[in-house]
């Protein structure tokens, strides 16, 4: 079956622009989160959806980065004012419930600042 | 929050041989193992999981233990292929939705 879609697979962006990433999850799954991996990094937890929801945003570094989930399925990413190091990979990814279901994730989207 | 070291931080081994990484966790609480694989340009892939009540589980070359007591589990891949070279993540799950996940091995397979 259809796995996590993101979009763009790659997006350059000017410093001090916005841009939003997109995640088409799996249907059918509540839990959604958003992850982001710097060069040869690991994993870095930003936020976590469980429906329309975000009851951990613990994750997200600055007041520039907001997230939102519309009909539980559909997230959105946007990165304001952009900042050479906010170049990344985000990853987004879902699974069937918050628990231990599997977690499954897209290709993610690299970012790149200039 | 839980923490999770993960070793060795890199890996080469010979075609055929075994590859064995290692991750250690703080949580007593924690009961869900699950194991990705990262190629190049792409996200991190479920290839196994583990649950705390069992000790260990096999798919085909690869296979997880746990030891709960010890508060660490571990992947081993025998009988290594190039295309098993890639970065391998542990991960542990906490709280009613976190993960946790390791700082990633970098394995490579040499022919």
């Known amino acids: 079956g259809a796995g996590v879609s993101q979009s763009p697979s790659n997006k350059v962006t000017e410093k001090g622009k916005d841009v939003e990433l997109r995640c088409d999850p799996i249907?059918?799954?509540?839990?959604l989160y958003w992850y982001r991996q710097s060069l040869g990094q690991g994993l870095e937890f930003l936020i976590y959806f469980q429906g329309n929801s975000a009851p951990d945003k613990s994750g997200l570094p600055s007041d520039r980065f907001s997230a939102e989930r519309t009909g539980g399925s559909v997230s959105t990413l946007t990165i304001q004012r952009t900042q050479q190091e906010d170049s990344a990979v985000y990853l987004c990814?879902?699974?069937?419930?918050?628990?231990?279901?599997?977690?499954?994730f897209g290709n993610g989207t690299r970012l790149t600042v200039t | 929050g839980e923490n999770v070291e993960q070793h060795p931080s890199t890996l080469s081994v010979q075609e055929g041989d075994s590859a064995v990484i290692k991750c250690t966790y703080s949580d007593s609480a924690s009961n869900y193992f699950p194991w990705y694989k990262q190629e190049l340009g792409k996200g991190p892939q479920l290839i196994i999981d583990?649950?705390?009540?069992?000790g260990e589980k096999k798919d085909q070359r690869i296979a997880v233990t746990l030891n709960k007591t010890a508060k660490h589990f571990s992947l081993h891949i025998t009988e290594t292929q190039p295309e098993d070279s890639a970065v391998y993540f542990c991960a542990v799950s906490w709280g009613n939705y976190k993960l946790s996940f390791g700082a990633g091995t970098t394995v490579t397979v040499r022919a």
């Open positions: 249907s059918g799954h509540t839990a």
């Open positions: 583990i649950r705390s009540n069992v």
């Open positions: 990814a879902s699974r069937r419930q918050g628990d231990n279901s599997p977690l499954h």
